[in-house]
Every structure is written in structure tokens, then in C-alpha cells.
């Protein structure tokens, strides 16, 4: 069997996995199902590639070099004889499973087979082949050629030696890999969710405007606002994602999808790539928020349960400092930053990943300005199980209950870095 790396899908995701194993020294075969979309395929590793080149961060002699391990196909079966299968078809389960059924009969043994989904169940899918132990998702985030994570993902049947044997191969890519549970959103996918769905609430209920949001979390340090982001994504696949999430927990609350992202989604209205989404764009420029109907509700002056000291002594120790003056934009950092922490410490005490795995995943999966679980640390537990009850108390809503893990710390005393130990252990503050 060639030790080569075979790529299904030359969309963005597949090109770009093909880019990354064909740059780190794997011959690599990419696979779509018409020659036209193969060729776009190279077309566009080509122009990434000259990309860098006229960034000096290419020669053109390593351009012709990853080029020339790149072999191209529009017939599946040559996939077969690759050491390494990875699938990057659209999110369709069944188009999954039946690409994973047909290799894993036709592949030897030893092949791995490997998913790059980030939203459907690794079992399911793995479900469908001969061997599904030798299944497992190994997830990248686009653009694959640049993003530093991988979530290596463990099915039911999946065996602890393929999971090694993945994270290796990640590494081999130039990769950092996190080891995730076969749960849904995996680490990166789940944790993040409440960075939308709480700024979606926020402007939903008046308490601030869409131009607000954005600019308390870049004050608080994130690199783009909720709303910026999701048009930059695509507010069609940010949606879809939500949904998928929401769909897999059998409607748990916190992950309940907005109307306004909703109808935002049935008028084509989806972001940068559509020219409109929550702002307007003339390329790649961004102008004003789209529509007044969204973007101008005003808060409201209603006492909030979230006291003014609590706020203060929430963002203080959570390094918080370039906010405008403003009531709004204190509040808004709060509640987004504790649901985010409170999604991490449920996905730990849930086994989705580790405290490290998770921190680092949302660092570098997200470019969040810490992990959430090292933020909380910093703050005190106490504090975060403070807010989330006082938002409990005020919204009467189940989505901002407690991690049980969070509650189970705080009463035993383990409350972060004041008493010198709380989700990280002594010793872990420099950690990525």
C-alpha cells in the first residue's frame, strides 16, 4: 500500500487539506466527483500557493515541489490504496456513511479512514464501514493550511491506538491536536456557541444594538464581534451549525437557534459572501448594519439582576479594561464571557475533552483571548456561579443553570486562582 494521503471533496476544506499534506511532504490524491471540480481544486491551491509566495513566505521551486505530490481523480476507487482516507464531502450523513461503506470494503485493513465533519456524529458515520474501529474525525479548521488545531475525534467503536495513531499524523501535518468525545460540536463547535446565541439574545430582547455587541467583545479582547464573525462564516452555516447542535441535544436550551438569524437566513441575507448580512458590504469593506428593524433597539434603563458591582467585579478580574463607558457594553461582555465559561465547564464534566484540550482548542480554534476554562481560574469560580445565577434569576431561563461542575468546585472551596487552585492545577497558568 503507498504511503500517500487521499482527499475526497476539492471544495475549500479538501483543497486545503490536500495543500497541507502535499506542503509537509505526503504525496497526496485529490478526489471529487467531476474532473471540472478537481481542476478547480488545484486551480485554488495554486493561488494560495502563489499567495504566500508573494508574501516571501514561499520560493517558487517549493511551489513546484507541492504541486508535483498532488494527483488528481474523478474516480473513488483510486482512493483505495492511500494509507490515509480523508473525507471532506459536504455534511450530508447519508453521502457520508456510503463513502465510508464502499472504501472500507475496497481499502486494505489498515487503512484509516477519517472524517473531517464538524457537525455529524463520528459513530454514525463510522457505523456504516466494515471495520468502523479504524474510523475516527479528524476535524480542521478553514482555512486548513493556516489554522493551527485539530480536533481528533473518537467514535464508539473507534480504538484508543487510531486515536495515537491520528494525533500523530496531525502533528506529522504541522498540527496541534485536542482529543475530543463523539458528542455534538465536538469541543470548538459546542463551546462557542454561546458567543452567537447570547449576542443574538441580547439584541433580540433591546438590551443592545447589534454595533454595541460587537465592540464590547472586541473591547474585551476577541478579534471580531459575534455579528461581524457570522457574517464573515456565512450566517447560513453559522445557523446550520446551531441547529445541528441544538437538534443533537434534543432541544436543550442552550442552544436553541434565534429568529433573527433565522430570518436572516430566508432573505439570502448571509453575510460578506452575499454582500448583505448583519452589515452591508461593498466587497470587502464593511459599512453600517443592514437594517434599522435589527440594529437600533435601545436598552430599555430596566433594573438589571446583574448589580452593577458584580459586573464590575466580574470584568475587573477577568482583565477587562477598554470598554467605552457605557452599562450596556459591561453587561453584554458579562454574560457572553460566563455562558461561554459555563459551556466549557459543562463540556468537561460531561468527558467531551480535558481542561487543557478544551482551553487550547478555543484558543487556537477560535482565537478566543484565553481558554475559557483559564479565564474562569482568574475571575473565581465563585464569581462565575454568582453571575450565572443572578442571569438565572432574571431571565428565568434554564439555558443559564450552572455546569454541575462549576457548582461542585465552588462548594468544595476550589475557586480558581485565589485559592490557588481551580479548573487548571498550581503551576498551569502558562499554558496554551
Not at 457537525?119 to 474510523?135: F, G, M, Q
Not at 438565572?392 to 462549576?406: F, S
Request: charged share 25%; glycine share 10%; aromatic share 6%.
Amino acid at each position: 500500500m503507498e504511503q500517500k494521503i487521499a482527499v475526497l471533496g476539492a471544495g475549500t476544506m479538501g483543497a486545503g487539506i490536500a495543500q497541507l499534506a502535499a506542503q509537509n511532504g505526503f504525496d497526496v490524491l485529490i478526489y471529487d466527483v467531476k474532473e471540472e471540480f478537481v481542476q478547480r481544486g488545484l486551480d485554488n491551491i495554486k493561488k494560495s500557493l502563489q499567495g504566500r509566495v508573494d508574501k516571501g513566505k514561499l520560493t517558487q521551486e517549493e511551489v513546484g515541489a507541492t504541486m508535483a505530490r498532488l494527483r488528481a481523480t474523478s474516480n473513488r476507487d483510486d482512493a483505495a490504496g492511500a494509507a490515509y482516507i480523508i473525507e471532506a464531502a459536504p455534511e450530508d450523513l447519508e453521502l457520508k456513511r456510503e463513502i465510508f461503506r464502499d472504501l472500507s470494503e475496497k481499502a486494505p485493513a489498515e487503512t484509516l479512514l477519517l472524517t473531517n465533519t464538524s457537525s455529524l456524529s463520528v459513530t454514525s458515520i463510522a457505523s456504516a464501514a466494515k471495520n468502523p474501529e479504524r474510523v475516527a474525525g479528524m476535524h480542521f479548521f478553514n482555512p486548513a493550511p493556516v489554522m493551527p488545531l485539530v480536533e481528533v475525534v473518537a467514535g464508539s467503536h473507534t480504538s484508543p491506538d487510531m486515536v495515537q495513531t491520528v494525533a500523530k499524523l496531525a502533528r506529522d501535518l504541522g498540527k496541534l491536536p485536542v482529543i475530543a468525545a463523539d458528542m455534538p460540536g465536538f469541543i470548538v463547535n459546542r463551546v462557542a456557541r454561546p458567543f452567537y446565541g447570547e449576542a443574538l439574545r441580547i439584541v433580540g430582547e433591546g438590551t443592545a444594538t447589534i454595533l454595541q455587541v460587537d465592540e464590547a467583545m472586541r473591547g474585551a479582547g476577541f478579534r471580531m464581534g459575534p455579528f461581524e464573525l457570522m457574517d464573515f462564516i456565512g450566517i447560513d452555516i453559522n445557523f446550520a451549525v446551531t441547529c445541528s447542535v441544538y437538534e443533537a441535544f434534543f432541544g436543550e436550551p442552550r442552544y436553541r437557534p434565534h429568529p433573527i438569524q433565522q430570518r436572516m437566513v430566508e432573505a439570502g441575507q448571509l453575510g460578506q459572501k452575499t454582500g448583505i448580512g448583519f452589515y452591508r458590504y461593498d466587497g470587502k469593506k464593511r459599512l453600517d448594519p443592514l437594517t434599522p428593524t435589527i440594529s437600533t433597539f435601545q436598552h430599555h434603563g430596566t433594573t438589571s439582576f446583574l448589580a452593577p458591582g458584580l459586573i464590575t467585579s466580574f470584568l475587573e478580574k477577568a482583565g477587562v479594561e477598554q470598554l467605552p463607558e457605557s452599562v450596556a457594553h459591561a453587561e453584554i461582555v458579562t454574560r457572553i464571557l460566563v455562558m461561554i465559561m459555563n459551556e466549557a465547564a459543562l463540556a468537561v464534566g460531561e468527558g467531551v475533552a480535558s481542561v487543557r484540550d478544551v482551553d487550547r482548542a478555543m484558543k487556537l480554534g477560535t482565537n478566543y483571548p484565553k481558554g475559557p476554562l483559564r479565564w474562569a481560574d482568574e475571575v473565581g469560580l465563585d464569581v462565575v456561579l454568582e453571575v450565572l445565577r443572578a442571569l438565572q434569576a432574571e431571565q428565568g431561563e434554564e439555558r443559564y443553570r450552572p455546569a454541575p461542575l462549576l457548582r461542585r468546585l465552588v462548594a468544595a472551596g476550589i475557586t480558581g486562582d485565589g485559592v490557588g487552585e481551580g479548573f487548571h492545577s498550581p503551576g498551569e497558568k502558562g499554558m496554551v
